[in-house]
């Protein structure tokens, strides 16, 4: 839709979102922090099978960003990523301002334990505090029925749906499938920051997860396929943060691969660029 419109105030997207209540519709939001890609496109036609109406929330959450990380370079072009939604279903797109969201004086922050212990919060120890308070806000702020997010930060996905279950909002948390490049890199707004040789390396960290899937799920000891594919990775020029096996619902580590499903979940730096991934390792069945 050409005349897609954007509103910049909680007033106003209530008073949109209460419009389309009146009228009976069901509706999906989608919060993204803009520099739209296929795989948030991707997010906006899960959220469309699901509701009649869409909302995209666009905003750079500076409370997620320590110091020294790219508060002040990541990317940020809210005409270009509105002209990306025009051929969508997207009905609405929220774009709050620093100051909309975190007023002068706001003094409260969101918490959560549990799947966001451990993995990102090793190096950000700040990150999902302020993942879950700008969470919460924009599904209280918008109150969805609906709200789709990417299983490529599968950490985050998990903190988000034990924040809406523990505080009981009224909102069901749906997850997209992760889109990837031809050569298997996951999409994401930081991969324009790869030099054109960072980025031939590049697939090497979803090739070496992918593998070593298929190794556990073969029978291989957890440890042994993991450190096959730290070599690799870093064979391939990356510093690994973390490289884990996880239960795939509570993101507990495990040491074994047996009959729960499992998370392989990689954070590792290719020259500036910190990217992250993830695979599933399907749960082993009885023979």
């Known amino acids: 839709m050409s ?8 007033e106003d997207a209530r008073a949109r979102i209460a ?3 009146a009228a009976g519709r069901s509706v999906a939001m989608v919060p993204t922090m803009g520099a739209l890609h296929a795989g948030h496109l991707s997010l906006i036609a899960e959220a469309a099978r699901r509701a009649e109406r869409v909302v995209v929330s ?11 990380e790219d508060l002040d370079t990541y990317p940020r072009d809210l005409d270009s ?4 939604l025009a051929d969508t279903s997207v009905a609405l797109v929220y774009a709050p301002t620093v100051a909309e969201m975190y007023p002068d004086g706001a003094a409260t922050t969101v918490t959560v334990g549990g799947p966001a212990e451990g993995l990102e919060s090793v190096a950000r120890p700040h990150f999902f505090a302020g993942v879950a308070t700008v969470v919460a806000k924009l599904l209280i702020q918008c109150a969805p029925d609906v ?8 950490q985050q996905l998990a903190v988000v749906r034990r924040l809406v279950r523990d505080l009981a909002l009224p909102v ?8 990837r490049e031809a050569d298997g890199l996951a999409m994401s707004s930081r991969n324009v920051y790869l030099s054109a040789e960072e980025r031939r390396r590049a697939p090497a960290l979803h090739a070496a997860l992918a593998d070593a899937s298929s190794a556990m799920a073969g029978g291989r000891e957890v440890e042994e396929a993991l450190s096959d594919a730290r070599r690799r990775i870093e064979a391939a020029g990356f510093a690994i943060d973390y490289l884990e096996l996880r239960d795939a619902q509570t993101l507990a580590p495990l040491r074994e691969h047996g009959p729960r499903s499992g998370r392989i979940l990689v954070a590792a730096r290719l020259g500036a660029v910190r990217l992250i ?3 599933d390792v399907p749960a082993l069945t009885k023979t």
């Open 277 to 279: 991934d993830n695979v």
């Open 81 to 84: 990523d509105r002209g990306k």
């Open 147 to 154: 709200a789709v997010f990417g299983e490529k930060d599968y």
């Open 19 to 21: 419009g389309w209540r």
């Open 3 to 10: 005349d897609l419109p954007v509103v910049s105030t909680v």
């Open 172 to 179: 069901e948390i749906v997850a997209g499938s992760t889109v």
């Open 58 to 68: 666009i905003f750079v959450n500076p409370t997620q960003f320590a110091p020294h």
